[in-house]
């Protein structure tokens, strides 16, 4: 299984970033999907994550300013975060869970500048 994501870049403090997220299989296939992210000289940590019959959750530091959704006819899966702080800045990975194993995607790196 393969997870493309894209989307990052740099954006201004207080802007908005949309994420991206497109499986080699069907997202219906995987138990949950997510979004983590590592930042510079840090491990990396859980940002969202949507289960196969959508519900979602969300780290604290992003709660009630990101939504983790799916479009199932495109199969894509995006992370929508507003109003982006310095500390957002870090490189995003793409997760899918399988009740077995798991799957990243490459990462795209989001640069929030102050």
């Known amino acids: 299984v393969q997870l493309q994501a894209s989307g990052g870049g740099l954006v201004q403090a207080g802007g908005s970033l949309t994420l991206s997220c497109t499986p080699s299989?069907?997202?219906?296939?995987?138990?949950?999907m997510g979004w983590y992210r590592q930042a510079p000289g840090k491990q990396r940590e859980l940002v969202a994550t949507i289960a196969r019959l959508g519900t979602a959750d969300y780290s604290d530091s992003v709660r009630g300013r990101s939504t983790i959704y799916r479009d199932i006819t495109k199969n894509v899966l995006y992370l929508r975060m507003n109003n982006l702080k310095p500390e957002d800045t870090a490189v995003y990975y793409c997760h899918a869970q399988f009740p077995s194993n798991e799957h990243w995607g490459q990462g795209t790196l989001v640069t929030v500048s102050s």
């Open positions: 299989t069907r997202i219906f296939s995987f138990s949950a």
